[in-house]
């Protein structure tokens, strides 16, 4: 923070001539509207003999909570760049298409930061900006590009290595044409870059987490929350299995994001996929019924987004239940994880419960008996959600399909034939949201096919074949 400056020292200062500067020309030059209260300002002579530098001690709504500084030209390569307070601020002006300005955050101590990059929409002569964090070196860390003039760009919750230096980049974004042809001038398009540290608390993310080893532990019952904080960028959670006992499944929950559209891996500690799940821009995001594996400790939650949004957080619940008669067990998003159904008989019926969250697909498989029968299938889908039904061999050909392409209306595949001892897989899919409230209900029943040929009694089983695994149902 710049010292306070008492009435009589600006006085002072005043009188000897430091008043003559042209505060307010400055502070125009800026192109900064602070959104907040003033609470110092501050002259002061460059020793070097300078023009005096402005410094604006303000705090601004989601702001600056340092000092302000106008910027300081040339700053366009980063040997040029000024240092920049952190927390802190800047108030400069990108002079054209291929004008960058640099700022250099001097090495310290480890810390966290939110950088917020932000300018007037191009009626009132703002620009499309583009703002980079590079380490020491130059190498691109982060971006934030994420829309016209006007919005706000940002990096929240960025991380800095003890003892590392880093570098700020502020540019326009230039559309790329076949056509090279040189840009005209124009009047300078002004921005405002504010710096402030924070101290992540419990349940908030702690950068870096964009691999397993960052990954902050996530206890049932408790919420965490993060940011999608730039481009590109992804975090990890450590979903903690303890307590978990037969019959009882995890469900993950994660709040929408305005303008983002989600996605939510979960994966086992050694990295394999359990469910990927995509949701809409603005809408929540679910996976429901995952039944942990025997012995697993953790899994790990994986949330990334579409683009950024450095303003608005989500929010992560993972939460336990037993697992209700008729319910899908998840991970069943492959024909090797299907569901089993069967051995089934003449006569048999039944139904499962499943939710086709963020593009989900549910497997089920069906096994006859010794006898040869004809099975009926009929999936209910919530209102508005188009559901396709298929069939297919163990070799992944399919048989038969049902997708009259219509949301709300059942889909039907009557009279297929399940020859004695065969298997056939059930795939249920369909357009759900990544948050949809209603289950769908997949209902079966067999008949015998009295017109099939018997199996022979005296057949061997071929040792191919894939041993029942059960059905964990029962």
Not at 325 to 337: I, M, Y
Not at 353 to 364: E, H, S
Request: proline residues 8%; contains cysteine; charged residues 30%.
């Amino acid at each position: 923070m710049t010292p306070r400056v008492s009435p009589a020292r600006r006085r002072g200062r005043a009188r000897r001539g430091l008043a003559a500067v042209g505060l307010a020309g400055a502070l125009a030059a800026g192109g900064c509207d602070c959104g907040g209260e003033k609470r110092e300002l501050g002259l002061s002579r460059a020793r070097d003999g300078a023009p005096p530098v402005v410094v604006v001690d303000r705090v601004v709504q989601g702001g600056v909570s340092g000092p302000v500084a106008p910027e300081v030209e040339p700053n366009d390569e980063r040997d040029k760049a000024a240092a920049v307070a952190v927390p802190g601020g800047i108030d400069g002006a990108l002079a054209g298409d291929k004008d960058v300005d640099f700022y250099r955050i001097e090495p310290g101590a480890a810390r966290t930061i939110t950088v917020k990059l932000t300018g007037p929409p191009a009626d009132d002569g703002g620009a499309d900006l583009v703002l980079k964090l590079h380490d020491a070196d130059g190498e691109v860390i982060a971006t934030s590009d994420r829309g016209p003039a006007g919005t706000v760009e940002g990096l929240a919750h960025a991380a800095l290595a003890d003892g590392a230096g880093y570098f700020l980049s502020v540019s326009p974004f230039v559309k790329k044409s076949k056509k090279k042809k040189e840009a005209e001038p124009g009047e300078p398009a002004s921005y405002r870059l504010a710096i402030e540290t924070l101290q992540p608390g419990p349940g908030e993310e702690a950068e870096p987490n964009d691999e397993p080893a960052g990954a902050r532990e996530v206890l049932l019952a408790d919420e965490a929350s993060g940011y999608i904080g730039w481009s590109k960028d992804r975090d990890h959670w450590k979903l903690s299995l303890a307590g978990f006992s037969g019959g009882y499944v995890l469900d993950l929950a994660v709040d929408g994001v305005s303008g983002v559209a989600l996605q939510l891996d979960v994966l086992a500690s050694d990295g394999r996929a359990i469910a990927a799940r995509k949701g809409e821009k603005g809408r929540g995001l679910r996976v429901r019924g995952l039944l942990p594996e025997v012995g697993a400790r953790h899994w790990l939650a994986r949330v990334s987004g579409s683009r950024s949004n450095p303003e608005e957080p989500y929010r992560l619940r993972p939460t336990s239940r037993e697992l209700g008669e008729g319910e899908e067990a998840e991970p069943n998003d492959d024909a090797e994880h299907a569901i089993v159904v069967g051995p089934l008989g003449d006569g048999m019926e039944g139904e499962r419960r499943g939710y086709l969250d963020g593009g989900d697909v549910d497997f089920y498989r069906f096994e006859a008996a010794r006898e040869p029968l004809t099975l009926n299938l009929e999936v209910a889908p919530p209102s508005g959600v188009d559901l396709s039904l298929r069939i297919l061999k163990p070799g992944g050909a399919e048989v038969g399909r049902a997708d009259g392409g219509k949301a709300g209306v059942r889909e039907l595949l009557d009279a297929v034939p399940l020859g004695a001892g065969q298997t056939l897989v059930v795939a249920v899919g369909g357009t759900a949201l990544g948050d949809e409230p209603d289950p769908y209900v997949l209902r079966w029943s067999t008949r015998a096919d009295l017109g099939a040929p018997m199996p022979d009694p005296m057949r061997q089983p071929d040792p191919s074949e894939d041993p029942d695994p059960g059905d964990p149902y029962e």
